[in-house]
Every structure is written in structure tokens, then in C-alpha cells.
């Protein structure tokens, strides 16, 4: 009987909830901090493996990430594949550091220690999060411009020296636009798409028509060099005028300049979903931030809401990794 209470006693005092005896040797609160990032782990690994399970079965129309993500800010026409995302990427990483060095602060009770390095991460933060809205800005506004085919197929444009060419480079623009019969004295209505294109099918037309030197480019991997994309020849080109449809610039939900259509999809998606939880980051590092000014932790003798908020920094930063991989390196 005595043996039976006992036992019953260690029960509810290992499980009660007590300061005594800690699972793992964690709090409750970084207990729950661990579970949130393992169930949250689960579902970013189900995005990443959707988006990969989609880009093996569309891989030949799958767009070249250094043609899409090759902008840096100031620099503007010139070709940087990947150059931004990399310091980006950089960035997070480095607020991880000082989220590091503001955690072993706190350890060490250093009050003003640990408001510097939180700040650095809160700045390191916001920078990453202005990055992604810039690189999202693009991405949604183009460079080049495209044509979608009635099939669906996004057709690029290039010169006899395999560059690139946007849109308005070659379209004949005397050309009367049929996509804006209909007017009102302060703006157009267009009879086809849901939004203004800098240039209508009939100009791209024209252009193409009217300039041998610009060729068309398929969305479609070339079989000998996988690297690059199918060009079709003058004649192939001229063919494929009968089945334009859409003049793309840029890319949404709907259809996108760069390649499949999906592409677009998932990057909004997982990239978007990803964003959203470096703001709750940097929204709870505020909090924290401002908790450390007032002398909070400190007189609580410990500083260990900085350390639950600094796993949850690590994990955003560890999930970008991925992503970074996934979307711009692979």
C-alpha cells in the first residue's frame, strides 16, 4: 500500500507541472517552443516536397532560376543571377549570429548586451523582409514580357546572339492597338486580360514579323543542352504567330513570363508562408526588445523568453536555407 502511494506521489510530481523535475531537462515553455517547431518543420517539408514532386513531373518546362532571380537593386539592366538572394540569405544568417550572441547575454546577465544584439536582429529582420518584398516586386512586374500560346505555352523572345529581348525592344508600336477600342476620358478599357500590357499581341506581331533578327525562344529544355531552353528557327517562328494569345509581363496566379505556370504558384506560396513567420519573428523580438529596455528578464533573474524567441529565430532561418536551396540553387 505504501509502495502504491508512493509511486502515485512521483506521478504528480514529475507530471504536475512542478520546477523540480523537468522533462529533458527543458521548461514547459521551451518544451512547447520545440513542439510548435516540429509540427511547423512537418508542413514546411510538405510544401518543399510538393514543390519538388511538381518540378520533377514539369521539369522541361520548369523555368532557370538565374534568369529569373537576376536583378540587384541600383544596378538595374544588369545580369546578377543570384547575387541579391545570396546576401539576402547572408543577412539571415547573421541575425541568427547576434540572436546567438543576445541569448548567451542574457545567460550571462547583461542587460545592455542583450538589447544591442536583439536590436541587430530586429534590423537584420526587417532588411531581409524589405529583400523579399523587392524580390517579389519583380518577379510580379517582369523584365522582359512574353507571349502565352492558346495551348498555354509561354514563348520568349531573343536575338540572332541568343539575348534576350524584351517586348518593347521589337514591337511595332504604330501598329493600332485592338485590345483598347473602348475608352473613357480618363483611362482604357482592354477587351482581353484584366490588366494593361505595355504592348498588345498585334504590335508583337508585327514586331516579330517585321525584324528577321528576333527569334523565338519555347519554354520547353533543350534535349542537348538541358541548361537552356528549345530556339526555334525564323520559319518556326514566324509559324508559331497563328497560335499567340496572351502577352504576358511578369507573372500571378493566373499565367507567368518565366515558364509553367506552377513555378509562380509555389513561389508566392511557400516563399509568401515563409515571410509571414520572419514577421512574427521580428514582431516578437519588438516585444522581447522592449521587455529587455524596461529590465524585465533582469529582475526576473533569467532571460529566457529571449532564449524561446531565439529558437524560433533559428528555425525561419533554417527553413530559408532550404528554401533558398530549393527555389533558387537546385
Known sequence: MGATVTTAATKEKTWGGGEDIQ??????GKMMMWYFILSDSLTFAGFLAAYGFTRFKFLDSWPIADEVFNHFPFLHGVD??????????????FSSVTMVLAV????????KKVA????????????????????????ITGTYGAVETKGGEILQFIDK???????ADFAD?????EDAALTRSKGTWYMKGSSETTVSLEQVKAGLQNNPDVLIRTQFTNPENKHHKTVLSREESLQRMNDFNYVVEGANLIRN?????????LFFFITGFHGFHVTVGVLLNIIIFFNVLLGTYQKRGTY????KVGLYWHFVDLVWVFVFTFFYLV
Open 23 to 28: 522533462p529533458l531537462g527543458a521548461s514547459y
Open 80 to 93: 546578377a543571377p543570384m547575387y541579391y538572394v545570396a546576401l539576402m540569405t547572408f543577412i539571415l544568417i
Open 104 to 111: 548567451d547575454a542574457g545567460h550571462q546577465m547583461k542587460q
Open 116 to 139: 544591442t544584439y536583439m536590436l541587430l536582429t530586429i534590423i537584420g529582420g526587417f532588411i531581409f523582409l524589405g529583400s523579399q518584398a523587392w524580390e517579389w516586386k519583380n518577379f
Open 161 to 167: 546572339d541568343g539575348k534576350r529581348l524584351a517586348l
Open 173 to 177: 508600336t504604330s501598329v493600332a492597338r
Open 257 to 265: 513570363e518565366y515558364g509553367h505556370k506552377t513555378f509562380a504558384n
Open 304 to 307: 529566457e523568453m529571449v532564449e
